[in-house]
């Protein structure tokens, strides 16, 4: 069993979907991760060798990944709340961040609706 950055890979799946698990790792970056360690990229997690697995850590060890990664977006999250800027006042209040209309949609950030007495049109 493959694991890398604390994660176990999916055994079945070909290593580029397999590290696309992982926090951090999109297909993009994996299909880079694989070239640098020079693993074919067809090849199944289960049939990795050990060689190959450790030339896939240190290729990793190369990006911000994981638990480094979502701290970094929390600690960017953070920095805009206290210096109030227009999104970290988003953030804030919890509506949509990024111009999102909110007057029909935004549910998922809004919540459940919340009925109004008397508000009728």
Known sequence: MARIKNIDLPKEK???IGLTYIYGIGPS???KICAAAGVSEDIRVKDLSIDDINK???????????????????????TKMEINSYQGTRHK?????????TSRNARTRKGK???????KK
């Open 14 to 16: 070909r290593i580029v």
């Open 29 to 31: 970056r994996a299909k």
């Open 56 to 78: 896939l850590r240190k290729e990793c060890d190369n990006y911000v990944l994981v638990g480094d990664l979502k701290r970094e977006v929390e600690m960017n999250i953070k």
């Open 93 to 101: 209040k919890g509506l949509p961040v990024r111009g999102q209309r």
């Open 113 to 119: 609706a919340k009925t109004i007495a008397n508000k």
